[in-house]
């Protein structure tokens, strides 16, 4: 049975649950994933979740021990077996096999793998604050849990740094640290608590570093201050600055023009004021405007909403909904304190309309432009002049955008922050009994995931279909798929790949303004309903892949293939390049609007390497099977695909990295598309010169490592230590590029093998995965797909000799 190890992560400032009695339980419901505290295993007395809840006794009843899938995720040490060769692998191929039969094990029962989906630390605050304002009853395990959590990811840097960043690896912010403050107040932690002094005085050193002008020293010499601030000086003093270095010592004094922008604790980032405006500890007026108008504009307009990427514009919608309404909690004896913890200065004479448009410099990363500033003073001025039927028109409006987007998800939403603020429109509109809020609730428990910290909030609702088209490429790229002891398995993966596939168009389609999703593959369940170009494209490669093996029968039939290939070249801009969710509909211009300070690329859909290679792959595997099904088509589409590919090159080889961590994620996925042309090391140009970029950032140990911060600033930034998932980008690029020299893929591979624990895992390392430039995002079931499928394939196609 599995153990409790020694060093488990210690109890948070409301103690610690019992971490055996736990369950995920994520095998049934297409890969919905819901954690379970059973008080009691064996008479099964309701936990205090339950009685929130009141079911899914069924779902537990089975199991008295947890099972390895929840034993993992949870940080527990799962029981030995006894055919595991402890004594380490000695080919890359035996490595593979070893990682897959330990991965096997974490499996759900329908086929799929759960996964931790954390990182982001701006996610619980929207749900907290959401369920408090409604007065949603907080399950004691969870307010129990996510406080341990918020305590073990505490930071302990400077005095300016023991708060909580943007994502866990990062400083501490304003918003980070302002509004998980928040978050622990609301579920009972007192201020009091030695976390919440450093917490409150972390907070109130920025505002002071700020205010005293240290912050700009802070920077200079030895970049304690967020990268992004040095970013915003450079963009305030382009002439003085070059772009994206340390701030050069002359800055400081420039200290009294910057002055004006520099601001205090108050100056949280826009969707933190959002939050604490609801929470009524800030004023409405402390915000710019997001009229709900907009969505009264003729559809023509190019700044209209509806060209806005699908998770800002799913943001707004609510957004705008909620501040037009002026709505804001009761208050209370709580949000009386909390007004007079967060701010040095009384509440009452807080100047709040001056403070629209700061934002701190520790969390500024994309600076208002000058044109979204004046537009926001036009906004400002109609917002207070804005005739009530317009008003009332526009709201209805907003609304009504809210509930189809509750439809068409089962209350999921497209993503964790447009959740928690739909739901809150759903209570103030329909009332706390309505169905409709009832469902949100029902849905809450989809985005918070147990971990050995504690309890987090999620990215999404998970990232299964994207894991298991990953495992699935891996079990073809090793040929593990085809050794019998895994035939079960992949049977049962295939089974999950089929029922996830979605097989309509969105019940509230174009009036919703959704793209197709007829044939498409969704990033974690089919219940949450968006089409990703990739994830189809990920999700259909897969499948036909599988069902080349003799014991995998064709599942999925060509009709249903052919509604894929629909919708992946649907999605095709006319640039050749592909986008996220959706074709690219507004004009770059948007992003001088963007409002939301700490995110880059936030405005519009952009193409992106990454998404363009798996839909030209997608289209390849499909066509070299079905050769007859839009075959001119196919094919003048991926020709622009890879010459779009071409263009994205950087003089320096590589390619920037939008969603994974950074230039190895993404050079590994352009070199694949440039192999699928017949482009690689020996002929081409473009293969050459990505080839000598990865060769020339392998580290000495045989490995390679990226930081986050790449994504930061776009310049390649070394981690500290090398990472088995970027070791594994650079592997399959190599191969993929056809490399002369097999060296540096062996030693590659030699890295990854020597961290390989004798279970057959591999342990956690840094953070893989980003978005919007600034956030990371974790991927943690990537040490197993793509260690298991670089092995694999360096082992297939490298001479035998020489290991
Ligand atoms: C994701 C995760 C998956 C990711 C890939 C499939 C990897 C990518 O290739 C396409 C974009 C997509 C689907 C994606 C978009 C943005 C998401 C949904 C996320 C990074 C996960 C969380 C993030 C979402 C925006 C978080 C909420 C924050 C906001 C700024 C609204």
Redesign the pocket.
Known sequence: MATVPQGYPRPGPLGQTDPLRWRLSSGTDGGRHVWHYTRDTDALETSSYEQVWGDDKERVRDRKEPDDETAYWLGLQLPRLDNVDSEPAQTPYDAAKKGYDFYKRLQSADGHWSGEYGG?MFLLPGIIIAMYVTKTPIPSEWRIEIARYLANMQRDGGEDDQGWGIHFEAKSSVFGTGLNYVVLRLLGVGPDEPMMIRARNSLHKMGERVREREWLSGVATDQRVSLGCTKAVANRFPRESARHCMCPPDWLSQVDRVAHFLLPETAFHRWGKFWLAILNVHSWRGLNPTPAELWLLPDWLPIHPWKWWI?TRN?YIPMGYLSGKGFQCEEDELIRSLRQELYTQPYDSIPWPSLRNSISPYDVYSPHSRVAEACFAVLDVYDRVAPSFIRTKALERAYRLVVMEDENTSYQTV???SKAMNMLCRWVEEGPESDAFQQHVAKIRDFMWMTKDGMLMT??NGSQL?DAAFIAQALYGSDLASVPSNHASTAKLLEWLDEAQIQTNPKHFERAYRHRSKGAWP?STKEQSYT?S??TAEGMKSVILLQRFPHLSERISYERLCDSVDTILSLQNPSGGFA?YELIRGSPLLELLNPAEV?AN?MIEYP?V??TTACVTALSVFSSKYPKYRVEEIRTASKQAIDWIKTAQRPDGSWYGS?GICFTYATMFSVESLALAGETYGNSDHARRACDFIIGKQMNDGGWGESYKSCETEQYVHNEKSQVVNTAWAIITLLAAQYPDPEPVRRGCRLIMSRQLPDGSWPQESIE?V??KNAA?SYPNFKFSWTINALGQAWKKLPRDGW
């Open positions: 982001p998770h943001v993503g964790p922050v990215g999404t994207w990033f990703v990739d994830c996220s995110f936030i992106y990454e998404c969603w995965g978005f919007n995002i």
